[in-house]
């Protein structure tokens, strides 16, 4: 009896001391980045959890995902329903698509959450990003995700090398008075300057395209490349475009068959580098010819800052990033980041807490991103931000985290640059059919077999390495067999019932 | 009828049954378990309350053959031909090269060369495809390639590799042929090591000269393997090497026509997006017409020679 | 008297011709097979420079050892992945063969009562699988093959291919009666197979330890999915990978990430730097490959000697 006694005191005991245990032990609450090259994230994980440990009541760890994992990653956590992962990026053009997972169920609904917690959160990000992550999800009209404050807008520029135009005897006005069909000499003449082996027209065939024509990606339509296409108003983006709000064939349209048929005299001509026209190959020459400063004209799509970046001062040249449109917002560029809760998470409100200070709180943002104050970076004289060596081991994507606006800004970008980011992207306009998202579940095989077609064409068309006079026929009878019809009428069906 | 011996159970069974244990195990949680995962092909996986996968995986709506509607693509004769067609000259082309290799290498007197030509033929098979193709790039870049720079030097128009069709076929076996070739011989010479060697003392006795002994002796001698190699690469015909078809032609549009086989197409198509019943659809369609090829071609070797079947 | 020695020599060799010509063929094709690896080395030896200006060449314009350099910077996270890389590969290696060996030697038994179903067990795997998802599933939050040595190793330990390929080697070279002598002897089970089958069978064996070695050693999907946040058991052929698969995502995408994708670029290794990085992936594998060949080539010696 009294063994048994005892027995039982020390149960009860060993059950008091496990629930002391229990309650002093926070939750962990996980979050999965996207982009980030991350070697030693302790000194920051340890600055972090010691803030958030009141404020959340969590202890935070990061899943850093690179770019080539990420959307394997972070589909599979989702998909296998993974209780591990609480937060995870998404957004508009990752493989976990927001629009496509919010409405498959497994982002949780934040509506109720940013109504309790949320008060700092709404105040610190603009209406309008709130509103283009607002979709028809599982759970109805709401929103799944925070919503990144980052760089909002699309702006296609050319991407000038003003050095090598000057010695060719023309300056940046001149350049900027000549449209794309007007190139030609320029191209002649510098090919004349450098030789054979250089070529010029240093172009993202895609982005080409667009920034000629004035197409825009349609959200939603990523699966077939990308073939749907609104039409840009290119001298007020806010204002209808020339063929009103509709969605058209891009291949099909004057526009394209002129656009390529010019682009096809400068790849003839020589002006083109041919590794261009090849997927696999395309963006590496690109990029690594942007380097050295080789080339005449390129296409860049723009963010605010980047010409101050290391990247466009250490091409040896000087660079002018001339727009061809103002910059727009489009639902593609405005869910462009955000991070949304898993509705396997076992901690959807300490996870809503965390994410909630993180995009309003200053001191949270910038230990996650830029790290440790004397460990990553140093503030100097003027409280700008001076980075280490360290940094090195703890670069983390900054775009894909969330609210930028709130960082300090860096030696690099000078003081004052985040106040300007915000202006610059404040005053972006909207396009007309901001915040529409084609839905594809009924013609997901239309999606399937369009973008194999286009996949097979467009690029190299695009790039000028194939002849539309023979090409481009082929090319759009080979969409009609395959169901274009069936999908533009589907996608302008939802675009008319969108904008009412 | 013909009545088989009744088995009794025995200590030695036991002892046999312990030993394919680790194995069994390992096959039931790994490899069965996970296969519970195939229904996936036939629903529209999506998450559940509560978001567990097995939760998923029984609530999520039943769709009949929705899933497969990837097939009716016009690209799909297209991909199915170059993939039934790539694989079956390459599992004779393969088979052929290797046997012969190997014969060649267990003939060689000088046993130092053998050893030297048989490491190199290994080498392929360490490089990724990823890096393969860089190879393949330096001969043909457009730019840059060793062919193209040559054209230009003979002051002819360089041919755009990587927007014509026509060497394709022969690009893609070449380097497929260059990859499994020495792999393969390998298995054949470790079979052509292990065969008896009275048999050879038996037929020079006989007279016979050395090539009858390659062709009455050494093949017969490795039949078993060749044919359990031929009956595993011939249920592996729907699957086409995804990183051959995919980084060797740089994923150029233009050459899909003649490089567009059923795992690139995917890939490029719904894998993109992961959409879990079309990967469970095509791999299941993948197996089925495996297990098919399988059990014919199994079905002719056993007429032939029941020694040699798979089962 | 000329007749004996005539099959003297038809048993050992061919003659001369026929020993050219098959050197010459051999010879064509192993430096078919070994010029693409020269040509890494080249490309890690070349300057950024030259492959900037003339693309990947046999003959670059200029040379550089800063790709090595680049490597050996890598510092702790390459030695460490270097030796999980070892450790991952010699266990594997060792506990893949014992299962394989156990697995498809009953199998060969034709006495083995249970020998279609588990030779059909394991055959099915082959043609049919669960798919990615489930099978992760079950390994992760079933089997807790997440974030250890364990889960880089578990999911390859058994082949379907190696037991049909092992099957078919005790096929070839154990003699049935072998197999009967010994248990007329009143040997068990497990020392028959332990002293009289596997000395026969070592070609056999050398071939799958080879396979599996090589299995183990290129593997790098496994880290991508079972390994989050202990990046201290990761590979070296992952590290590698994972480089390539950050140039190609970025590729891809360089037209949604904008000005994002060209930052993200610059923090990418060079071509040559990723080459060196193949070298040191391939080189000790290469070295061990003669280890494993002698077995095979034992075999050989053997087998003429007795010829």
């Given at each position: 009896m009294k063994k048994l006694l005892a027995l039982v005191l020390a149960l009860a005991l060993l059950l008091t001391a496990m629930s002391f245990a229990l309650a002093e032990e926070l939750p962990t609450i996980t979050i999965m980045f996207h982009g980030s090259n991350v070697t030693d994230d302790t000194a920051v994980l340890e600055a972090v959890n010691d803030y958030i440990a009141d404020k959340v009541g969590a202890k935070l760890e990061v899943v850093w995902g690179t770019w080539g994992d990420f959307d394997d990653k972070a589909t599979n956590a989702l998909l296998s329903g993974d209780t591990g992962i609480d937060m995870v990026f998404t957004c508009s053009w990752s493989a976990d698509e927001y629009n496509t997972y919010a409405k498959n169920g497994y982002f949780v609904k934040l509506d109720d959450l940013i109504a309790e917690y949320g008060a700092d959160l709404v105040a610190a990000i603009?209406?309008?990003?709130?509103?283009?992550?607002?979709?028809?999800?599982?759970?109805?009209?709401?929103?799944?995700?925070?919503?990144?404050?980052?760089?909002?807008?699309?702006?296609?520029?050319?991407?000038?090398?003003?050095?090598?135009?000057?010695?060719?005897?023309?300056?940046?006005?001149?350049?900027?008075?000549?449209?794309?069909?007007?190139?030609?000499?320029?191209?002649?003449?510098?090919?004349?300057l450098k030789g054979d082996a250089f070529y010029p027209f240093l172009v993202e065939p895609m982005v080409l395209e667009r920034m000629v024509t004035g197409s825009i990606i349609v959200a939603g339509d990523s699966g077939s490349t990308n073939l749907l296409s609104l039409y840009l108003n290119q001298d007020d983006v806010s204002a209808e475009g020339p063929e009103g709000n509709v969605i058209l064939n891009k291949f099909a349209t004057d526009e394209y068959r002129a656009f390529v048929d010019q682009m096809h005299e400068y790849y003839e001509a020589g002006y083109v580098d041919p590794s261009l026209a090849v997927a696999e190959t395309s963006n590496d020459t690109r990029t690594n010819t942007q380097k050295t400063g080789e080339y005449l004209i390129g296409t860049q799509s723009y963010a605010f800052g980047y010409e101050y970046s290391a990247d466009v001062l250490d091409r040896g040249i000087e660079v002018a990033f001339v727009p061809c449109t103002d910059p727009y917002v489009d639902t593609t560029a405005s869910q462009g980041a955000m991070v949304a809760i898993s509705t396997a998470s076992e901690h959807p409100v300490e996870s809503f807490k965390f994410l909630a200070l993180l995009n309003s709180d200053p001191t949270l943002m910038t230990l996650l991103n830029y790290g440790v104050e004397g460990i990553h970076y140093n503030l100097n004289d003027d409280g700008l931000v001076e980075f280490t060596d360290e940094r090195a081991n703890y670069s983390p994507w900054t775009n894909g985290m969330g609210n930028v606006t709130i960082l300090p800004d860096t030696a690099a970008e000078g003081a004052g640059f985040r106040e300007s980011f915000k202006e610059y992207y404040a005053g972006a306009k909207a396009i007309p059919a901001l915040g529409y998202v084609f839905d594809n579940a009924?013609?997901?095989?239309?999606?399937?077999?369009?973008?194999?077609?286009?996949?097979?064409?467009?690029?190299?068309l695009d790039a000028g390495a194939l002849d539309p006079e023979t090409t481009l026929p082929d090319f759009l009878a080979a969409l009609d067999a395959a169901g274009m019809q069936a999908y533009l009428d589907a996608a302008n069906a939802q675009l008319a019932a969108y904008l009412g | 009828m013909k009545v088989r011996p009744m088995h009794r159970w025995s200590w030695k069974d036991f002892w046999l049954l312990t030993m394919v244990l680790p194995g069994a195990i390992w096959l039931l949680l790994i490899r069965y378990l996970p296969m519970l995962g195939v229904v996936i092909a036939f629903k529209d996986y999506k998450a559940q309350k509560p978001n567990t996968f097995w939760n998923n995986l029984i609530k999520s709506k039943w769709v009949g053959f929705k899933n497969f509607a990837f097939l009716k693509s016009p690209a799909t004769v297209t991909m199915i031909r170059n993939t039934l067609l790539y694989n079956g000259v390459w599992i004779v082309l393969v088979l052929i090269l290797?046997?012969?290799?190997?014969?060649?290498?267990?003939?060689?007197?000088?046993?130092?060369?053998?050893?030297?030509?048989?490491?190199?033929?290994?080498?392929?098979?360490?490089?990724?495809?990823?890096?393969?193709?860089?190879?393949?790039?330096?001969?043909?870049?457009?730019?840059?390639?060793?062919?193209?720079?040559?054209?230009?030097?003979?002051?002819?128009?360089?041919?755009?590799?990587?927007?014509?069709?026509?060497?394709?076929?022969?690009?893609?076996?070449?380097?497929?042929?260059?990859?499994?070739?020495?792999?393969?011989?390998?298995?054949?010479?470790?079979?052509?090591?292990?065969?008896?060697?009275?048999?050879?003392?038996?037929?020079?006795?006989?007279?016979?000269?050395?090539?009858?002994?390659?062709?009455?002796?050494?093949?017969?001698?490795?039949?078993?393997?060749?044919?359990?190699?031929?009956?595993?690469?011939?249920?592996?015909?729907?699957?086409?090497?995804?990183?051959?078809?995919?980084?060797?032609?740089?994923?150029?549009?233009?050459?899909?026509?003649?490089?567009?086989?059923?795992?690139?197409?995917?890939?490029?198509?719904?894998?993109?997006?992961?959409?879990?019943?079309?990967?469970?659809?095509?791999?299941?369609?993948?197996?089925?017409?495996?297990?098919?090829?399988?059990?014919?071609?199994?079905?002719?070797?056993?007429?032939?020679?029941?020694?040699?079947?798979?089962? | 008297m000329n007749k004996p020695q005539r099959n003297q020599v038809a048993l050992n060799t061919f003659g001369p011709g026929a020993q050219a010509l098959f050197h010459t063929v051999l010879g064509l094709f192993a430096l078919m097979c070994i010029v693409p690896f020269l040509f890494v080395i080249i490309i890690s030896f070349t300057s950024e420079d030259s492959i900037r200006q003339i693309g990947y060449s046999f003959m670059p314009l200029s040379w550089s050892t800063q790709a090595y350099g680049y490597v050996f910077r890598l510092g702790d996270a390459l030695?460490?992945?270097?030796?999980?890389?070892?450790?991952?590969?010699?266990?594997?290696?060792?506990?893949?063969?014992?299962?394989?060996?156990?697995?498809?030697?009953?199998?060969?038994?034709?006495?083995?009562?249970?020998?279609?179903?588990?030779?059909?067990?394991?055959?099915?795997?082959?043609i049919f699988g669960g798919g990615l998802v489930p099978t992760f599933v079950v390994c992760k939050t079933l089997l807790g093959l997440s974030d250890n040595y364990a889960a880089l190793i578990v999911p390859l330990l058994f082949s379907p291919f190696n037991v049909i390929v092992m099957r078919t080697f005790f096929q070839t070279t154990v003699p049935r009666e072998l197999i009967?002598?010994?248990?007329?002897?009143?040997?068990?089970?497990?020392?028959?197979?332990?002293?009289?089958?596997?000395?026969?069978?070592?070609?056999?064996?050398?071939?799958?330890?080879?396979?599996?070695?090589?299995?183990?050693?290129?593997?790098?999907?496994?880290?991508?999915?079972?390994?989050?946040?202990?990046?201290?058991?990761?590979?070296?052929?992952?590290?590698?990978?994972?480089?390539?698969?950050?140039?190609?995502?970025?590729?891809?995408?360089?037209?949604?990430?904008?000005?994002?994708?060209?930052?993200?670029?610059?923090?990418?290794?060079?071509?040559?730097?990723?080459?060196?990085?193949?070298?040191?992936?391939?080189?000790?594998?290469?070295?061990?490959?003669?280890?494993?060949?002698?077995?095979?080539?034992?075999?050989?010696t053997v087998g003429s000697v007795k010829g």
């Open positions: 603009p209406e309008s990003l709130m509103q283009a992550a607002t979709i028809e999800g599982a759970e109805g009209m709401g929103i799944y995700a925070v919503n990144g404050f980052k760089d909002t807008a699309t702006q296609n520029t050319w991407d000038v090398n003003v050095t090598l135009l000057n010695e060719l005897g023309y300056t940046l006005d001149d350049f900027k008075a000549m449209s794309f069909y007007d190139f030609g000499e320029l191209f002649q003449k510098a090919k004349e009924d013609v997901a095989n239309e999606m399937a077999a369009l973008g194999t077609v286009a996949a097979q064409y467009a690029l190299a | 290797a046997v012969t290799l190997a014969v060649m290498m267990s003939e060689l007197k000088n046993r130092f060369a053998a050893k030297a030509y048989q490491t190199m033929m290994f080498f392929p098979y360490f490089l990724s495809w990823v890096v393969a193709s860089y190879f393949v790039l330096a001969f043909l870049d457009p730019t840059s390639g060793m062919i193209p720079s040559i054209q230009k030097s003979l002051g002819l128009k360089p041919t755009q590799f990587y927007m014509t069709t026509t060497w394709w076929p022969l690009i893609l076996t070449i380097s497929n042929l260059w990859k499994n070739v020495g792999y393969s011989s390998v298995l054949y010479l470790a079979a052509i090591t292990g065969i008896d060697t009275t048999l050879y003392e038996a037929a020079a006795v006989d007279g016979a000269t050395k090539w009858q002994q390659v062709w009455h002796v050494t093949l017969p001698g490795i039949r078993p393997m060749i044919v359990i190699l031929l009956i595993m690469s011939v249920g592996k015909i729907f699957n086409a090497d995804f990183g051959l078809f995919y980084n060797v032609p740089q994923n150029s549009g233009p050459l899909y026509p003649v490089t567009q086989v059923i795992d690139t197409y995917v890939y490029n198509t719904y894998a993109n997006t992961h959409n879990l019943g079309m990967s469970a659809a095509a791999g299941l369609l993948q197996s089925v017409v495996g297990c098919i090829c399988i059990v014919i071609t199994n079905g002719v070797v056993r007429k032939i020679d029941a020694e040699s079947s798979l089962f | 030695w460490r992945s270097y030796f999980n890389s070892f450790l991952i590969t010699v266990i594997g290696t060792v506990l893949s063969v014992a299962i394989c060996v156990l697995y498809s030697y009953p199998l060969y038994r034709k006495d083995f009562k249970y020998r279609g179903f588990f030779n059909f067990m394991s055959f099915f795997t082959m009967e002598a010994s248990t007329i002897d009143g040997a068990g089970e497990y020392r028959t197979l332990l002293q009289i089958v596997l000395p026969v069978v070592k070609p056999g064996i050398a071939t799958i330890a080879l396979l599996n070695a090589l299995a183990f050693w290129n593997e790098w999907f496994l880290s991508l999915l079972y390994i989050t946040k202990n990046m201290d058991v990761i590979p070296l052929q992952y590290l590698l990978m994972r480089m390539q698969r950050n140039a190609d995502f970025l590729a891809k995408n360089s037209a949604m990430l904008g000005a994002d994708a060209a930052q993200a670029a610059r923090n990418l290794p060079s071509q040559s730097l990723k080459m060196a990085l193949v070298v040191f992936i391939v080189v000790p594998i290469a070295c061990a490959y003669p280890f494993f060949q002698r077995y095979v080539v034992a075999g050989l």
